[in-house]
């Protein structure tokens, strides 16, 4: 079993379930966030999921160790806000802190694995690994290669996704890869069929769901991603690609400007405040 001991930066939904899943697997997790509090709340979360999962609690959760600053670990996995700049630093960081043989990988859903990868010393042991939220429940890994991404860690990151329970599936390093590239459009697509008066947010979401046999209509999903997160992609897809098609939805941003984040604000297209 490769990876024995994990570093997961960032502790909030998609950072908590990537820690939950790699301390399940029997291995040794340090979760970082140098947000206040924010590892409190994950480990909180963590507990929450695994009694819904019917799974050992104590078992789980006394492999994850919070730490207050990055620590060497055979491998990072950051998971922090949809910021490349934000992104960059921690990977200089650990850059400069993990053992020149661990990987660096992120989970990011959209920015440029290369661009990561360029600002460390080793850019051919830098992957991407994109999770899916919920993290402990969704099998699939998007796995994306860096432009110098070697085959060994490739491979070693391939396995260790199976090794989790989870589908690895490879995608190549272009903004928003495979999942975002189709994903975020057609939320971007429904927010505008809100905003020009086509249907309610139920209505769009119902037809999603019974038309195309999705589990969740794209309003509802774009609440569980979060708004801000959205319009986050999008701008990577729009400036990465060039193409207009890709802007944001207006209404979008005004959510976010009014902070209408989704479900981790308490409101979005829906109000979850009840």
């Known amino acids: 079993m ?105 989970n990011t859903s959209s920015i440029p694995i290369t661009s990561l990868a360029a600002v460390t010393s080793r850019p051919q042991q830098v992957i991407g690994m994109h999770f899916f939220n919920p993290v402990p429940v969704l099998k699939l890994v998007e796995v994306i290669r860096g432009l110098e991404t070697s085959d060994e860690t490739a491979r070693a990151i391939t396995e260790l996704a199976v090794d989790l329970g989870k589908t690895p599936a490879e995608a190549r390093d272009l903004p928003g890869f495979v999942s975002n590239r189709i994903l975020m459009p057609f939320i971007n697509e429904a927010a505008y069929a809100l905003l020009e008066g086509v249907a309610q947010p139920e209505a769009i979401d119902t037809i999603a769901k019974l038309g195309f046999a999705h589990p969740m209509g794209p309003l509802a999903l774009a609440d569980l991603i979060g708004l801000d997160t959205c319009v986050a992609i999008m701008e990577v897809l729009q400036h990465g690609l060039g193409n207009p098609k890709y802007a944001p939805c207006p209404l979008l941003r005004q959510y976010v400007q009014a902070g209408r984040l989704g479900r981790k604000s308490g409101r979005g297209f829906y109000d979850y405040a009840s």
């Open 2 to 106: 490769g990876y024995e001991h994990v570093l997961v930066v960032g502790a909030g939904q998609m950072g908590g379930g990537i820690a939950q899943v790699v301390a399940a697997s029997g291995r040794r997790v340090s979760l970082h966030d140098a947000a206040p509090g924010a590892v409190e709340r994950g480990l909180a979360a963590i507990e929450k999921s695994l009694k819904r999962l019917d799974a050992d609690v104590a078992d789980v959760t006394s492999r994850i160790t919070p730490v207050d600053e990055l620590v060497p670990a055979d491998l990072m996995i950051e998971a922090v806000v949809e910021d490349a700049a934000v992104k960059e630093e921690i990977f200089r960081r650990a850059d400069d802190v993990l053992p020149s043989d661990a990987t660096l990988a992120s």
